[in-house]
């Protein structure tokens, strides 16, 4: 890429690793927007690699289903990587991610072993995102319009 | 964008004099601020989307080819753009459809946001660094030891038909960001309290950012109070050595009352909220001060930004030091980053604090890196030495009284 007419006309995505270990066999579904990648018995390690469009928001959902505590007291889906282009959102960012679970939960946390839905929901392009949760300081947005204030 | 001291309007706070726009550029009031922004600066703003490096952006690529983070990068950050993901970024960047809509003739509509301006020389020290430019008081030394024919007229800022513009411009931008302010000392140019009284009438001072340098002689109350009506205080303090060494390079200051005010601002800025800054300015002859500088602001937590290194004088680039000076200094340095924990993430956004002391050791690391790369310039020695001999006559000075350690090689050199 030599200037901006070259960067405007280069297909660019985002690279997407998430990684999920089971604890036990559990019942998982993990989507990542409206794409289901996983549903049923995780028996293994999973990794998913997916592009994403650069601009576009996302959602990465993963759900915990049917885990009978009384006898699957263990169980559970760890995330033990989440990263977009290189960049780790687990550990260092897990508290942006919302975890509904049916122990009511609240912590943050990519350890997921209650019935229940994990999200990180990425609001805005990633590296406008990116740029306000590693606190980068200003975002200037353009200004045209002169208003008398 | 920036209004030089003589009130030439710039393309950019950190563009090298090098560079073609600053050599010689339109002046506010004969050209209104928003036509330079948005027309004259197009070639500029042409040539960046062409992929064209700028020659005013030189400095800048001085300071990333040691590892120091440039006014480049910093700039480039409030657009969202980093140079470690620069396509990605760029693409994302919150400023892309406007760049894509000055592709073709590198027009835009748009108003300037962050503007750096430079009030004057008007100046109570002449530090040996510095140029007639930015202080009045070297100015008349240097035109009376023969250094400059004239004296330089440099204070736009007592034009008022200029200022007003200026707050005109400022007053009609809804989204207005920062004012970064510097002199001369600012603090005893009037053009500061002008503008500060008329931005005082306006509402959306409270949104804006006011970042101001001061040379640590002055303290005006008056001033401090309408600094805190603004949203926030970038604070910068000049200083380049904790010890008396200080005095002779920010000549005629006194090292215990600037450090004393230094505390003292440190204090309000806690009160306050404010960001304080340690601006140095290293030279061959403050370069084995840098440690007690970057050892200072970690345990005082103040971040620190030190200027491009240093282009003129040329005499008294820290190139001009042997190396085995040089050497010491690095190693000691590096003695002092070892016991410390570095990350290896870049800090650009030097002003949030908790940066602060990963941006003071990247400095530091730069520095290192300078000093062991830096092209050799030791044959500029004797001009150093002829330099400040000049100096030293005229203020009643000796630069051995402050650096005996250099006595050997400085009388060697000519001393």
Known sequence: ?149 | MKIASNGQMKYCRWSSLTGKVTEDSEVIGDTHPLAFFQTVMSSERQAMLDGQPLDGCNDCYVMEKYGKVSGRQKQLLKTGITVKNFAKSCASSTFASEFEKSLLTGHTDLVPLDWQIDLGNHCNSACVMCAPASSSRLASEFHRIGFIDKLPVLNWTEDSSRVDLLIDILSKTSDLAYLHFIGGETLITPGFKKILRALMKHHFRHNITVGLTTNLTVWDPEINHMLCEFKQVNLGMSIDSMTRINDYVRYPSDIQSVTELMHQWIDLSRTQNWIPTIRTTPTALTASELLDIYKFASSAQVGIESCNFLDEPQVLRMSVLPSSIREHISSKLKHWIQQQELDQETVINNRDPSHVQQSILQDAVSYINYLDQCPDETHLLPAMIQYLKKLDQSRGNCVLDYLPEYEELFRSAGY
Not at chain 1, 48 to 69: A, D, G, H, R
């Open chain 1, 1 to 149: 890429m030599k200037n901006f007419s070259d960067l405007l006309a280069t297909d660019l995505h985002l690279d997407l690793v998430l990684i999920a270990e089971p604890v036990g066999r559990p019942d998982v579904e993990i989507w990542v927007n409206q794409q289901l990648i996983h549903q049923g018995q995780l028996s293994e390690s999973i990794t998913v690699l997916k592009q994403l469009p650069l601009l576009s928001e996302f959602l990465i959902s993963v759900n915990l289903k049917n885990k009978v505590y009384s006898s699957q007291s263990e169980t559970a889906v760890v995330l033990t990587k989440l990263s977009v282009d290189g960049f780790d959102i687990i550990p260092n960012f897990t508290h942006l991610a919302q975890y509904t679970n049916d122990h009511d939960f609240k912590k943050p946390t990519s350890y997921i072993g209650f019935n229940g839905e994990w999200r990180l929901e990425v609001t805005k392009p990633f590296y406008q995102w990116q740029h306000e949760i590693t606190s980068q300081g200003w975002l200037f947005q353009p200004c045209r319009i002169m208003e008398i204030l």
